[in-house]
């Protein structure tokens, strides 16, 4: 499989330098782009890209602000989907891009579900990686219990365990070489010889400090515009952030998508898992 990706960047609105991997070459297709979760990066999407990129099509992996090779913001209120949609909307716009196959994990999910809901041309099919219009509170308070507290590890090692003592209820079925790949995909060795993180610590502020009283946006308009599309939905049988009854609620109004559970993950599937693939490449297949 060819791996090969160029990096190239991007400006946001407020003149930061984000960063994207670009796999293949632009063609008549329209391009996929793999949007990444909370705490995330373009790491995570390695082999699924390579896989995707060697059926021909084009294939961009951007971080977000404040992940990955991407600039970080000055004001960490600015961590916000909002923000987000709109950096990607200015890559969409430098590169030419109308139309894109957008895969989604988590927060990259909620992404692509705005965006059908004020864009729906602009979506030509897409996968939705264990996330909903409904987002189940046990998931965030997980969340809230390690975003942000900015731990550093000594070695490889060290940082996977780390990562199986807070997520391996998760991924049960992961062994030594799993949780290093993981490590290695959120984590980054810094100049003072640990590692840590790829991320800005202060995304945390904005998703700590939201008010859990507050009425959640209704997001199921943006599902149900991608309902109508090539669509798959996939879920994490262990998952704490996508609950079976809301899952089987997205089916319900997305009769036609193809639905995956990966009975041994939590949040979020990997997307390398061979079942998840053949959802993909049969999403593909189905794009005009």
């Not at 309902?227 to 089987?248: M, N």
Request: hydrophobic share 40%.
């Amino acid at each position: 499989m060819n791996t090969d990706f160029s990096e190239r960047s991007w400006q946001s609105a407020e003149g930061l330098t984000l960063y994207f991997r670009d796999y293949g070459e632009a063609n008549d297709r329209p391009p996929v782009v793999c949007l990444h979760g909370l705490t995330r990066n373009s790491r995570d999407f390695e082999d699924v890209a390579a896989h995707i990129a060697s059926q021909g099509w084009r294939v961009i992996v951007p971080d977000m602000r404040g992940r990955g090779k991407s600039d970080y913001a000055d004001d960490s209120a600015t961590y916000a989907v909002p923000n987000y949609i709109g950096d990607v909307l200015g890559l969409l716009a430098q590169e030419g891009i109308e139309r894109f196959v957008s895969v989604g994990t988590s927060m990259g999910g909620l992404m692509t579900m705005l965006i059908a809901q004020g864009m729906p041309d602009r979506i030509a099919g897409a996968l939705l990686n264990d996330i909903g219009p409904v987002v189940d509170p046990t998931g965030i308070q997980k969340i809230r219990t390690y975003l942000g507290q900015g731990r550093s590890f000594p070695t490889w090692m060290h940082a996977a365990r780390a990562l199986e003592e807070v997520h391996g209820e998760m991924h049960p079925s992961f062994d030594t070489d799993d949780w290093i790949a993981m490590a290695k995909r959120g984590m980054t060795l810094c100049n003072n010889g640990r590692i840590a993180f790829d991320y800005d610590m202060k995304i945390a502020e904005p998703f700590n400090n939201a008010d859990e009283n507050a009425v959640p946006p209704d997001l199921w308009p943006g599902f149900e515009a991608l309902a109508g599309k090539p669509l798959v939905l996939v879920r994490g049988g262990l998952s704490t952030l996508l609950s079976e009854e809301s899952f089987a609620e997205m089916q319900r109004r997305a009769p036609n998508a193809d639905t995956v559970t990966v009975a041994d993950a939590g949040h979020a599937p990997t997307l390398d898992e061979p079942e998840v693939r053949a959802a993909i490449d049969s999403l593909l297949a189905g794009i005009k």
